[in-house]
């Protein structure tokens, strides 16, 4: 009993100073785990109540209740837009490669499986782009940007690409990559993005320079208009809000629930990876893919002018 009672004190506090730190990288961090606080909540209820401790399990299953309550939205049915498009969609495929990654065989086989309109690929080196050659024959339109470390973007296309160029914000350093893609419904902005990740302090406030400048970005820029990639942050991390209020951007997760992609194969992971949109755009057909050997997994989404 005292052993589930202190489980359940633990976690309310790491969950309340997640909650409430949003300035200190560390904590902001732990915000991204809803259903890990949710599952502590839930064992420490279920014990105690076997125990009848009843106010002790009625305390932690409402921990528990609050830690999901963001999660559940990304179940229910998106809201109601426009009609649907009467273009044909493009599928875009969107993966952080890991620039350790060596399995490039799983990625080849997966997107000869997958058969994509679109790929954008983060985290590419220069012996991932000589592996990745084999994809020219298919994907004759193309954008590569290869670092040897984190900022490497690439951009393969079936369909025309015009006004590709790297995207510079400011003093950001923010790796993107923009393009227009020529859709069957009329030209769609495309940007390939990977904002730092929040390892420590210094990079976890640029973490968050960069979406705020990026969200104003899009607010400025011609639509319609696509964002995808590696964003390093959850739908329900704070700092994701410029994306929405600033931006106007939706998600392509919308009532298909969690999507975890980070870290692969970890039962309790994190949807960090997204397609995002603007209000002329229609996403639909959102997936997470199987592990292709990087700590994130692939996911897919099409896309239509509405």
């Known amino acids: 009993m005292r052993l589930l009672k202190g489980l ?75 009609e649907e498009s009467a273009a044909p969609a493009v599928k875009l495929f969107i993966n952080n490669v890991y620039y350790r990654n060596f399995q490039r065989k799983k990625l080849i086989r997966l997107i000869e499986e997958e058969k994509p309109d679109v790929i954008g690929l983060v985290e590419v080196t220069s012996h991932w782009l000589q592996k990745l050659e084999v994809l020219h024959g298919e994907y004759p339109y193309r954008f590569e940007l290869p670092d040897e470390a984190y900022a490497g973007i690439a951009l393969y296309s079936r369909l025309p690409l015009s006004g590709a ?50 969200a ?11 964002v995808a990639g590696d964003f390093n942050l959850t739908m329900w991390n704070r700092h994701y809000q410029p994306l929405v209020d600033v931006a106007a951007l939706h998600n392509a997760r919308e009532g298909h629930g969690i999507g975890a992609t980070w870290p692969a194969g970890w039962p309790l992971g994190v949807p960090i990876d997204h397609v995002l949109a603007s209000g002329d755009v229609q996403l639909r057909n959102f997936r997470v893919l199987r592990a292709i050997g990087s700590d994130h997994r692939p996911i897919s989404a099409e896309f239509a002018s509405r």
Do not use: C
């Open 8 to 82: 359940a004190v633990a976690v309310g506090v790491v969950y309340a100073a997640a909650q409430l730190g949003t300035s200190r990288a560390m904590l902001d961090n732990l915000s991204n785990f809803p259903a890990l606080f949710a599952a502590g909540f839930a064992a420490a209820a279920l014990g105690l109540a076997v125990l009848r401790e009843r106010a002790w399990a009625a305390a932690a299953a409402l921990g528990a209740a609050l830690a999901f309550a963001p999660v559940v939205p990304w179940y229910m049915p998106p809201e109601a837009r426009a």
């Open 216 to 226: 104003k970005y899009v607010a400025a820029a011609p639509h319609p208009i696509v």
């Open 165 to 214: 160029r790297v995207l510079k914000l400011g003093d950001t350093n923010l790796a993107a990559v923009e393009a227009s893609v020529a859709a069957p419904g009329g030209p769609v902005r495309l940007l390939i993005v990977h904002p730092t990740s929040p390892v420590n302090q210094d990079n976890f406030e640029l973490r968050n320079r960069q979406l705020r400048e990026l």
